[in-house]
């Protein structure tokens, strides 16, 4: 199992980054905000049609790329430091992968092609007004046989946008670390003070520990299957609890000015929250670990 990126996985992080530098900058990200759609369906042909992204780890044979999780996970780590808008993680990260898991060749052939191509969007609805993720909660059955099925019940939380937890924790870091280089107090930028330092310190570990969890659960995912599943609940609740932590301390460190329209910080804070409850919040996962280890 590899730990360290290759040439090619450090060359698609900077293509990937390059092109939401260009295309996802925070006044565009503040303009979708605004908008009924909240995503720019020009952006999705291109980073379809000209990066292939959509398909980075789809089988060639379903029309992807047939890379890895780990090149999966490079471009949702992007994703999530440029705040994407649009149905990435919900069409790719979520949906594809549980055709890839769940469905039969026939319905593979059938569905993933489009995906990867970017042409058709995806969204897998799971929870349910109780809020569980898990199997047993949910209470919509599939009446009927053939063509001629029907779904019955009612699905909440169904993913359209992007919520990638490491990239945002990245760019919080960044945008902290300038501040506190930038902000004077006392004749001096606060970053020289010795309380600041050693909170940008822990924010580091913390961040450097959610991206090793992540690209673990990545390497899992595609090399010890057996592995995965006690491996990605750990890894969520990881990435979660680092995310909002360094979030919070990020608008502490920014001060009074951290939660004004005009910072940008905020907008992360507001992801990393919507992240951290999105598919099970930190303690559900750490009760998965335990269930999964025998603990």
Known sequence: MRFGPTEEQDELR?????FLEEKSPVAEVRRL???PE???????????HELGLPGVHIPEAYGGQGLGFAELGIVLEEMGRALYCGPYFGSIALAA??????????QKAALLPGLASGETIGALAVAEPSGRWD????????RGSGSAVTLHGEKSFVVDGANEGVGVAQKLLE???EYAKTRMQFGRPIGSFQAIKHKCADLLMAQELARSSAYYAAACADEAEKELPAIASLAKAQVADAVLRIAAESIQIHGGL??????????????????EVLLGDPT??????AQRWEI
Request: some cysteine.
């Open 14 to 18: 900077r293509v990937v980054r390059r």
């Open 33 to 35: 905000m605004e908008t």
């Open 38 to 48: 909240g995503d720019e369906p020009e952006v999705w042909k291109q980073l379809s």
């Open 97 to 106: 992968n549980a055709i890839l898991c769940a469905g039969t060749d026939a």
């Open 135 to 142: 199997p047993d909660g949910i209470a919509t059955e599939a």
């Open 175 to 177: 945008l902290t670390v």
């Open 258 to 275: 951290g939660f004004t329209w005009e910072q940008d910080v905020h907008l992360y804070f507001k992801r990393a929250k919507a992240s």
């Open 284 to 289: 559900y996962h750490r009760e998965l670990v």
